[in-house]
C-alpha cells in the first residue's frame, strides 16, 4: 500500500500515517494521539482501520479509522479485563486477536466487526509457567503465541470458536 502505520512509546501514545509512496522519502501525513493514560500502542492495520492495544492499568483494543490518512480518528475502544496486559495484536475478518504481556500468558478475542463497539468475546489462560505472550501470529483456524520461558516455547491455539479458544500446543 501506499501507507505505513506506527505508533509512538509515548504516554498518550500516538498513530502516526506515513506515506511510503517515495521510499526514499517517507512522509508523515497525519496523526492521531490517543485518550490520556493509553500509553505504549501496539498496532497492526487492516483495511481501513489500524488496531492498537495499549499498555496502560487495565489494557485495552483501540479501533482508528484512517480512511482520511491526514486525519486518523479513534472510532472506537474495549478495555480488557483486570491481569490482561497488552503484547501484541493481529486481526483477522471480524476478529482481533491479542496477546498478553502477563503471568501466565493470556489470549484475548475482541470482536471488532462493529468498530465503533468493539466487544471482548473470548479467551484463554496458558499455564502458570508460560509467561509473557509477546507475539502473535495467526494461520487458518490457529494463533502461535510466542512465550517468554527459558527454553522459549511457542503456544499454539485453536481459535475456530473465538469465544472458546482451545490450546492444541
Do not use: C
Not at 475502544?77 to 475478518?93: D, K
Not at 471480524?94 to 500468558?105: K, Q
Not at 484463554?124 to 520461558?149: H, K, Q
Request: glycine fraction near 8%; charge should be neutral.
Amino acid at each position: 500500500g501506499r501507507y505505513a502505520y506506527v505508533s509512538t512509546y509515548t504516554s498518550p501514545a500516538k498513530v502516526v500515517v506515513i506515506d511510503i509512496s517515495n521510499p526514499a522519502s517517507p512522509t508523515r501525513v497525519g496523526a492521531v494521539t490517543l485518550n490520556a493514560g493509553e500509553n505504549n500502542a501496539q498496532i497492526t492495520a487492516s483495511g481501513r482501520y489500524v488496531y492498537a492495544t495499549t499498555f496502560t492499568a487495565q489494557a485495552s483494543v483501540v479501533v482508528i479509522d484512517v480512511s482520511n490518512p491526514a486525519s486518523p480518528t479513534r472510532i472506537g475502544g474495549v478495555l480488557l479485563n483486570a491481569g490482561e496486559g497488552y503484547a501484541q495484536i493481529e486481526v483477522a475478518g471480524r476478529y482481533a486477536y491479542v496477546s498478553t504481556w502477563t503471568a501466565p500468558a493470556k489470549l484475548v478475542v475482541v470482536d471488532v466487526s462493529n468498530p465503533a463497539s468493539p466487544t471482548r468475546v473470548g479467551g484463554m489462560t496458558f499455564d502458570t509457567n508460560e509467561n509473557s505472550a509477546l507475539s502473535i501470529s495467526l494461520a487458518g483456524r490457529y494463533a502461535y503465541l510466542s512465550a517468554d520461558t527459558v527454553p522459549g516455547k511457542v503456544l499454539v491455539a485453536d481459535v475456530s470458536n473465538p469465544s472458546s479458544p482451545v490450546r492444541v500446543g
